[in-house]
């Protein structure tokens, strides 16, 4: 009789245990599915240098990879540039033999040392297309270099949303490519 008793209450515990779990996933995926359709992320920099020294180094798809990267990813993954390297149409692929990343920057707007916009590509390991643009605006000691990405909030970004904050991680990569390019054109 005792066991049957015990038996029962533990039945009930888990049976309201998983109700719990289930209400929380729903919520989850309720939240998910109420998120933004697309986003947006900006950062800015102040370099040292006129707009014309930032913009040759920034729109020189062949040293697009001297600042773009991490480290690791610069000995890992094999670039093709095309020619030109830069300019209306330019492009880079890449492909990261340690990570499996695969993908395509292709440049679809270009004002000489004033703006720049690509298409990036993303085909491993999870297909995606964004857009991110460059603008640069002069100020009496240098440049201010603004760089937004922006595009579709797919369903598995939304659920990420609901435990972390894109903005501060995609916004992070953003600011550390920044802080590269700052230092490469103010050598």
Request: hydrophobic share 45%.
């Amino acid at each position: 009789m005792h066991s049957s008793f015990m038996l029962k209450k533990i039945t009930i515990g888990c049976a309201a245990l998983l109700a719990l779990l289930l209400i929380a996933a729903g919520f989850v995926l309720a939240k998910a599915e109420s998120g933004a359709r697309a986003f947006r992320i900006e950062r800015h920099v102040h370099i040292r240098a006129t707009p014309e020294e930032v913009f040759v180094v920034l729109s020189d798809l062949n040293r697009h990879r001297e600042w773009a990267t991490d480290e690791a990813q610069r000995v890992s993954t094999i670039y093709t540039v095309s020619s030109p390297a830069s300019g209306l149409g330019a492009s880079v692929e890449w492909q990261d033999s340690r990570e499996g990343d695969a993908g395509r920057l292709s440049i679809v707007e270009y004002r000489a040392n004033e703006f720049m916009a690509a298409r990036v590509e993303v085909i491993r390991p999870r297909p995606a297309v964004t857009r991110t643009e460059w603008l640069l605006a002069p100020t009496p000691t240098g440049t201010r270099l603004s760089w937004t990405v922006s595009g579709p909030t797919r369903f598995a970004l939304r659920l990420l949303k609901v435990f972390v904050n894109p903005d501060n991680v995609i916004g992070d990569g953003l600011e550390r490519r920044l802080t590269a390019l700052k230092s490469l054109v103010e050598r």
